[in-house]
Nanobody, 117 residues
Framework: QVQLQESGPGLVKPSQTLSLTCTVSGASLTTDYYYFTWIRQPPGKGLEWMGAIAYSGSTYYRPSLKSRTSISRDTSKNQITLQLTSVTPEDTAVYYC?????????WGQGTQVTVSS
């Protein structure tokens, strides 16, 4: 059974770096054609795809966030990490980890992140 669990600070100050971890169980980060993505949903808005890391280790980013976003992985811990630099209150959102496979996708429960001083 595939499970994804996001973790990280619930509150981040403006201009700081947000770091979130997605711990994966029941799936390998390197299985062919698996893509682990980060998606967020600001309050009152729709889902926004932020970026992904592929089974090969290749990364892909939303153009508007590319300069501030980094996605990496630790295969020994089976974890995916999101870093978002220079955050502002507009980065306040529920952040989700998602696994996209050829036959469907899996979601974490999401974690609320608020950017405020």
């Amino acid at each position: 059974q595939v499970q994804l669990q996001e973790s990280g600070p619930g509150l981040v100050k403006p201009s700081q770096t947000l770091s979130l971890t997605c711990t994966v169980s029941g799936a390998s980060l390197t299985t062919d054609y698996y893509y682990f993505t980060w998606i967020r949903q600001p309050p009152g808005k729709g889902l926004e795809w932020m970026g992904a890391i592929a089974y090969s280790g290749s990364t892909y980013y939303r153009p508007s966030l590319k300069s501030r976003t980094s996605i990496s992985r630790d295969t020994s811990k089976n974890q995916i990490t999101l870093q978002l630099t220079s955050v502002t209150p507009e980065d306040t959102a529920v952040y989700y980890c998602n696994l996209l496979t050829g036959w469907g996708d899996y979601w974490g429960q999401g974690t609320q992140v608020t950017v405020s001083s």
